[in-house]
């Protein structure tokens, strides 16, 4: 099996399965706005791991190396979604400045992602 698939499957399957967490599980336990963040969180997990999911078909059918944008991706959904996962849960404010760090893997991942339209 292809490596970015089966990363990708991982990321849709947890992202989906954190998102009915935060839908059933949390929604009486958190208040507005730390649900409105769990849902931000699951918003980019789901979206970034459909992303991968697209780019590691490109590369099994296309034979195109996509390791930068899916390395990129994958840092970006476990730093920013993570982050602000843990965020909500425990509470840790020193979390808060890893979400940037992720946002700018999901923007490096969207701009590495450029490179792969190029013609070889």
């Known amino acids: 099996m292809n ?3 089966l990363v990708a499957s991982i990321f849709g399957a947890t992202g989906v399965i954190l998102g009915a967490f935060g839908a059933h ?3 009486t ?3 507005a706005d730390q ?3 769990w849902q ?3 918003q980019y997990h789901l979206i970034h791991s459909a992303t991968l999911a697209a780019l590691a078909l490109l590369a099994v059918h296309r ?3 996509i390791q930068l944008p899916a390395w990129l991706f994958s840092l970006g959904i476990a730093l920013f979604s993570g982050s602000i996962y843990l965020l909500v849960l425990t509470g840790q404010h020193w979390l808060g400045p890893v979400t940037p760090l992720g946002g700018l893997c999901l923007i490096a991942g969207w ?3 450029a490179t792969l339209g190029r013609t070889e």
Do not use: P
């Open 29 to 31: 336990r958190l208040a």
């Open 35 to 37: 649900l409105a963040s």
């Open 63 to 65: 034979g195109r190396r």
């Open 3 to 5: 490596r970015w698939i």
């Open 40 to 42: 931000t969180a699951v």
């Open 111 to 113: 701009i590495s992602l």
């Open 25 to 27: 599980a949390l929604e």
